[in-house]
């Protein structure tokens, strides 16, 4: 009978460390977004004029009114300013998203047509800091297609 009672005490004692081992693991991997904050930031040099910013929701669980401040450019060209909103995006219990958006071309010749596309990723660090990379793609002008890193703070 002293031998079951072992055997079961050493199960219920596995069970608890295994439980233990994923409540410790499911914290580790928390996410460090502050809850109903706006964050903002640039690029990285040398395009540190660009600027990304975005709200966490109340709930913690999205990522809305996510914009950057002109698509950049990766190649000779420029002109005004072309700000990108971005669809909102669920945050993972890893603290990561990702969204898409996009700039249509508003006049001329190519009016309506994609001009560019835009893929951003991003993780919560700790102490309300945030960083991703930015990835612009140009339909018409491959030369021109980039990827940049950006942090912002909340």
Do not use: D
């Amino acid at each position: 009978m002293s031998q079951v009672r072992g055997r079961k005490a050493h199960r219920v004692l596995l069970v608890a460390i295994a439980v233990g081992a994923l409540g410790y693991t499911g914290v580790a991997l928390a996410a460090n977004q502050v809850k109903g904050a706006s964050y903002s930031g640039a690029l990285a040099s040398p395009r540190s004029s660009y600027l990304v910013s975005f709200k966490v929701s109340a709930s913690g669980k999205q990522v809305t009114a996510l914009k950057i401040s002109n698509t950049p450019f990766y190649c000779s060209g420029g002109g005004r300013p072309v700000p990108v909103s971005f669809a909102s995006a669920t945050i993972s219990k890893a603290g990561t998203f990702t969204s898409t958006g996009k700039y249509v071309i508003i006049e001329g010749p190519l009016k309506g047509q994609v001009g560019t596309k835009l893929e951003i990723t991003g993780k919560f660090g700790k102490h309300g800091s945030e960083q991703g990379t930015l990835v612009s793609t140009y339909p018409k002008t491959p030369s021109c297609n980039g990827k940049s890193s950006y942090t912002t703070k909340g």
